[in-house]
């Protein structure tokens, strides 16, 4: 079974109260929203691999770690996951980005598949799948049973928030993947917005409401 890491990092509590407060600008929303994808991709990269390399300091050769050539791919699920994007890609600059866009049909909740254009060496990576919402769990199932049919296989889904009906409904269709959070809340409502939730992301992090 796949696990569930809370990212409950003080500040990215801090900043995850504000991003859900309705009184909060589509500017704020959006950078707080950059500043957590930031603090929680330090959190999902703490496993990496080092190698170790020798330096030439200006006292002496010193034997110094580094991060071993490991190739990641950054996944956001259009539109909100773009959100996160920049915010991880300060931490990891090299990592290749590859899209795949879906959207819930409003009737039956169910993820509806418009657009994928991924890294060509994209089953080599490490991927990050990146989505500020965990709902249903739609979504992120149906983006990683994408990456799956085309051959990935370390895969890591990364979230603002997470509804329970969501993670389970991603630890049984995909056992294999961990999944990071920072706040799992309490439940959908009827709508299949998360409660308490923030709301739309993609509305209010382009203002499109
Ligand atoms: C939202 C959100 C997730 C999805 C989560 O996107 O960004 O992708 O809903 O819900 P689920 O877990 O029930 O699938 P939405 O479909 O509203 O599209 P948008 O990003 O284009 O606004
Ligand atoms: N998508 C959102 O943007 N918010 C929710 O609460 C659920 C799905």
Redesign the pocket.
Known sequence: MGKVYICDHPLIQHKLTFIRDENTTTKDFRELVDEVATLMAYEITREIPLETVQVRTPVTTAECRIISGRMLGLIP??????GMVDGILKLVPAAKVGHI????DPET???VEYYAKLPTDVQERELIVI?????????????ITALKQRGCRQIKLMCLIA?PE?VE?VQKEHPDIDIYVAAVDEC?NDH?Y?VPGLG????R??G?K
Do not use: H, Q, V, W
């Not at 866009?101 to 819930?104: H, N, P, S, T, V």
């Not at 989505?131 to 983006?143: H, I, R, V, Y």
């Open positions: 699920i259009l539109r909100a996951g773009l866009g879906l959207y819930r909740l169910k993820p989505d500020p919402m965990l709902a249903t769990g739609g979504s992120a199932n149906a983006a509804a969501g409904a959908l299949g998360i739309d992301a993609g509305d992090l382009f499109t």
